[in-house]
């Protein structure tokens, strides 16, 4: 029993100094208490409120709950440093408009000017917020806010799913109701509840307590729920929001939440994908740049288009090893690939290809010729071969060659070095 009565005791002080510090913190000063009451010479009910103010240009504010027709005497005290000589004007409103005013003396033996207005509390009409003031420098004001007492649920909004069960509950604090009533918002108006409305409604009201039980939920108890706390002077009432959705509703955000996921799924592969298309050619590009002086011919058929692989296959110009390399790449992966090998060859292209341009040379070049074939006055050899293209629609026939495929004539110059 100790800890939980250690625990409430830790919950009322800290509730207590966070509510401390909110007042001190506000434009305004705060207070409520239970309203004091007594029996006047004629045994009516009497209801007394004083607020002590102190010269402060922040109002101080009190709360006044009523429950029972009353007569209600509000009071304000106004302490100040230094007594005043001439009468101070006090003045009393409700809800912003002057309802009394009249002239005050300072109370010499009491030391504060002081100010009462009295009413009769009957119905919700005489609720309000009164506020006395004094016409001092600065200007002092106290307000009182005379109400019935209201009721408060736990949450203003529900939302629940078709078939489910719902408990609205109300609250009424230290206060009870002579009853409680449940309503409904049909069409803009107020339908009452009650256990022999409907199977589906059953209400539960006990002292400061109600509560109104729905079950197996459908989408048309969809709307307001208004429950009233019945005093002798008025009622307080509540409104409380009732959603209830579809079964397909509710999966709606799981819905949601899957098809994001295969999004950036879909979106993440997409991306690796697009990656692996651009790194897989920049390697083969690199492996076809740095063979260039073994292979020149498989380098120069490598690069063709992708379309043209089965032929140049089927007539051994294109070796199996590059044609499984270049399966499953894109085309523009392919002529980026082969634009690159084109440049590497255009900048080595000094290395294998040269002409002599002194006596000296050509002259080795002649007798090497000469000793090789019996060739006179030979400087170099050009070589040709067949390339297969993809021939002009207009003109397909001139370009199929004596081996049956359509092709473009390619030549070399070559030496005998």
């Known amino acids: 029993m100790t800890g939980p009565l250690v625990k409430q005791a830790l919950s009322a002080v800290f509730l207590i100094v966070s509510f401390r510090c909110q007042v001190e913190s506000g434009h305004s000063h705060y207070a409520t208490s239970a309203p004091k009451m007594y029996m006047d010479d004629g045994n009516h009910l009497l209801v007394a409120e004083t607020i002590h103010l102190s010269g402060s240009s922040r109002p101080t504010l009190m709360t006044v709950n009523i429950t029972k027709a009353t007569k209600i005497v509000l009071s304000c005290n106004l302490t100040l440093p230094v007594a005043q000589q001439s009468p101070i004007t006090g003045t009393w409103g409700k809800d912003g408009n002057e309802i009394d005013k009249r002239d005050i003396d300072f109370d010499q033996k009491a030391g504060y000017l002081s100010q009462k207005y009295e009413f009769d509390f009957q119905n919700g009409s005489d609720a309000g917020n009164y506020s006395c003031f004094f016409d001092t420098n600065p200007k002092s004001e106290g307000r009182f806010e005379v109400q019935i007492p209201p009721i408060w649920t736990k949450n203003e909004k529900e939302t629940r799913s078709d078939g489910d069960h719902v408990n609205l509950t109300c609250n009424s604090g230290q206060y009870i ?63 409380i929001h009732l959603k209830v959705n579809s079964l397909v509703a509710a999966l709606i955000p799981f819905l949601c939440i899957v098809a994001e996921v295969l999004v950036l799924v879909i979106f993440i592969l997409a991306c690796e994908r697009k990656m692996k298309q651009k790194e897989v050619p920049a390697d083969i590009c690199s492996l076809l740049q740095q063979g260039l002086q073994k292979s020149w011919w498989t380098l120069l058929t ?15 110009l294109l070796s199996r090893d590059l044609q499984q390399t270049f399966r499953g790449i894109s085309q ?15 900048h080595k292209s000094a290395i294998c290809i040269n002409f002599a341009t002194d006596e000296a040379s050509i002259t080795e070049r002649v007798l090497s010729f000469v000793d090789l074939a019996d060739f006179p006055l030979v400087q170099g050899i050009i070589d040709c071969t067949h390339v297969a293209i993809t021939a002009p629609p207009d003109h397909q026939g001139v370009f199929v060659n004596h081996k049956g495929f359509r092709s473009s004539m390619r030549s070399s110059p070559a030496t005998i070095k």
Not at 187 to 208: A, C, W
Request: charged content about 20%; proline content about 2%; hydrophobic content about 35%.
């Open 332 to 346: 523009s992966a392919t002529h980026r690939c082969i634009t690159q090998v084109i440049d590497a060859m255009f």
């Open 177 to 239: 109701p002579l009853y409680w009533i449940w309503s409904k918002e049909v069409e803009g108006s107020k339908v009452i509840l009650s256990n022999e409305t409907e199977d589906q409604f059953y209400i539960h009201s006990n002292g400061n307590k109600s509560s109104l039980l729905i079950k197996s939920l459908i989408m048309d108890n969809t709307t307001y729920y208004h429950c009233d706390a019945v005093y002798e002077v008025g009622f307080s009432g509540l409104r």
């Open 302 to 316: 490598s690069g063709c288009q992708s379309h043209h692989r089965p032929q140049l296959l089927r007539l051994g």
